[in-house]
């Protein structure tokens, strides 16, 4: 995949509270996660509300590498010829799912039963996290994964007989985990059941039974049978809460502001962000609420308020994964401390996220206390700097939030993986009010 070159912003207090109403881009695990089915499924699905994200093109050029015939109608759209479950290609060449963890791991557990060899690649961030997570329970089902040295990328996938269900009780409250045993598992012998330590998103067992498939699901719990098909389906893709998080913490933060974000899906697994936020004093309402297959969808109305510190409860950890770069942007200018911890999962996503912010904030004079899982963070008014991304999108996206509280400008440098989750991030921003400019 062409890499784009790196970026820089200038950020810095805006002139104006934040005002006005966006929609913010398509979900990125639904966006990976409805390609991957519509290509499986018998028959064409029409998918609305992709994400034109680095990482979710990547997951479609791969399919397309497997010879799935995938149109582009308009941006955000997709019509997806299915070729039925065991209809894939061979690959000409290796699969390469850029920053994609999701990717990845999906597709790990998805290409292990398919009957020809594939390698999947990655970038240098993807290129340095852990594989052994899906590696050792397809392992168990009988599939052959090899990884380059400690179980890193990339996966070398061999053709094997048959794969066969088990049951697997995941040592990690992964999504990702969960969803490459259970596409394992559609293709496996018998039955599969995955059992989690705690909930996580469930857009893989809802999307499947929108396909068709017969699976049982409760939070914590998945059992699906091998060898059923998938029946073509039409997708509409909400709104990602995980970029709406951005604008959201902001809007909390820049006294006077008022915003509502439409379209936005509030998945419980997906919105821990929204009840801590209200724990430490933030007027979030949310309006226009209706059910779809996917989750209930939402317009987040944004009001600003006064934000005080607090000890973050250890069971919202896995409901706000994604949204810590930026909360940890919430907790800098909140009054008091905040304390996090069980949230070592940060370390091993795009970047060290614990050390990324905690560095980032301490190079902007606010005091961090670093923890193996957590920080303590002391609220405070951050000053002007240079802040690195380390090529992570959320935490580039996070520091253009706090710098939206400094006291003088912050450069935020290597900014160009913003596109791999929020095409358009900068603009969006500007509009609502952000003082925030590419360089
Ligand atoms: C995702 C699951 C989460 C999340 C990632 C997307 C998914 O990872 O951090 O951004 O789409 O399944 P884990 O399941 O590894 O926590």
Same mark, same amino acid.
Request: glycine residues 10%; hydrophobic residues 50%; proline residues 8%.
């Given at each position: 995949?062409?890499?784009?070159?790196?970026?820089?912003?200038?950020?810095?207090?805006?002139? *104006?509270?934040?005002?006005?109403?966006? =929609?913010?881009?398509?979900?990125?695990?639904?966006?990976? *996660?409805?390609?991957?089915?519509?290509?499986? @499924?018998?028959? +064409?699905?029409?998918?609305?509300? $992709?994400l034109e994200g680095e990482d979710t093109r990547a997951t479609a050029r791969i399919f397309q590498q497997l010879g799935v015939r995938i149109d582009m109608p308009a941006d955000g759209e997709r019509i997806v010829h299915g070729v039925g479950i065991d209809g894939l290609k061979a690959p000409p060449e290796a699969l390469d799912c850029g920053n994609s963890?999701?990717?990845? *791991?999906?597709?790990?557990?998805?290409? @292990?039963?398919?009957?020809f060899a594939c390698q999947l690649i990655g970038d240098e961030s993807l290129s340095s996290r852990p594989m052994r997570r899906v590696s050792e329970p397809l392992a168990q089902m009988g599939a052959d994964i090899r990884m380059a040295e400690a179980? =890193? %990328?990339?996966?070398?996938?061999?053709?094997? #007989?048959?794969?066969?269900?088990? @049951?697997?009780?995941?040592?990690?409250?992964?999504?990702? +985990?969960?969803? #490459?045993?259970?596409?394992? /598992?559609?293709q496996a012998e018998g039955e599969t059941c995955v059992r989690e330590p705690h909930p996580t998103r469930d857009y893989t067992e809802r999307m499947l039974q929108a396909f068709g498939v017969d699976i049982e699901y409760r939070p914590g719990f998945a059992r699906i049978r091998g060898g059923q098909r998938l029946a073509a389906t039409d997708i509409e893709v909400p709104g990602d809460f995980s970029s709406a998080a951005f604008a959201l913490v902001a809007a909390s933060l820049i006294p006077g502001s008022d915003i509502t974000l439409h379209g936005i899906g509030i998945d419980p697994r997906r919105t821990g962000l929204l009840q801590v936020?209200?724990?430490?004093?933030?007027?979030? #309402?949310?309006?226009n609420r209706r059910q779809t297959a996917l989750g209930e969808v939402a317009s987040? *109305?944004? =009001?600003?308020?006064?934000?005080? /510190?607090?000890? +973050?409860?250890?069971?919202?950890?896995?409901?706000?994964?994604?949204? $810590?770069?930026?909360? $940890?942007?919430?907790?800098?200018?909140? =009054?008091?401390?905040?304390?996090?911890r069980g949230a070592a999962e940060l370390r091993v996503k795009e970047s060290d996220r614990i050390r990324a912010m905690a560095e980032g904030l301490c190079a902007l004079g606010i005091a961090v206390q670093e923890t193996p899982d957590g920080a303590d963070i002391h609220g405070?008014? %951050?000053?002007?700097?240079?802040?690195?991304?380390?090529?992570?999108?959320?935490?580039?996206?996070s520091f253009a939030v706090l710098a939206q509280c400094a006291k003088a400008e912050v450069r935020i440098v290597d900014t160009a993986n913003v596109a791999t989750s929020y095409p358009g991030f900068v603009a969006q921003m500007q509009r609502l009010g952000f003082a925030l400019q590419e360089v």
């Open positions: 995949m062409p890499k784009s070159h790196s970026s820089v912003w200038l950020a810095s207090a805006p002139l *104006r509270p934040l005002q006005g109403e966006i =929609r913010v881009p398509g979900d990125k695990s639904i966006s990976h *996660r409805a390609i991957m089915l519509a290509a499986l @499924a018998d028959g +064409v699905s029409h998918i609305k509300g $992709f963890g999701t990717a990845m *791991r999906l597709l790990a557990g998805l290409l @292990a039963a398919q009957p179980g =890193r %990328p990339p996966l070398s996938i061999s053709p094997v #007989a048959q794969l066969q269900g088990m @049951a697997y009780a995941s040592p990690v409250a992964s999504a990702q +985990v969960k969803s #490459a045993v259970l596409l394992a /598992g559609l936020l209200q724990m430490m004093g933030a007027d979030i #309402a949310l309006q987040l *109305r944004v =009001r600003h308020a006064p934000l005080h /510190g607090i000890e +973050v409860p250890m069971t919202l950890v896995p409901d706000m994964i994604d949204e $810590f770069p930026v909360y $940890f942007a919430a907790a800098a200018c909140a =009054r008091g401390t905040t304390r996090i405070g008014l %951050p000053v002007g700097g240079e802040i690195h991304s380390l090529g992570d999108h959320r935490i580039a996206m």
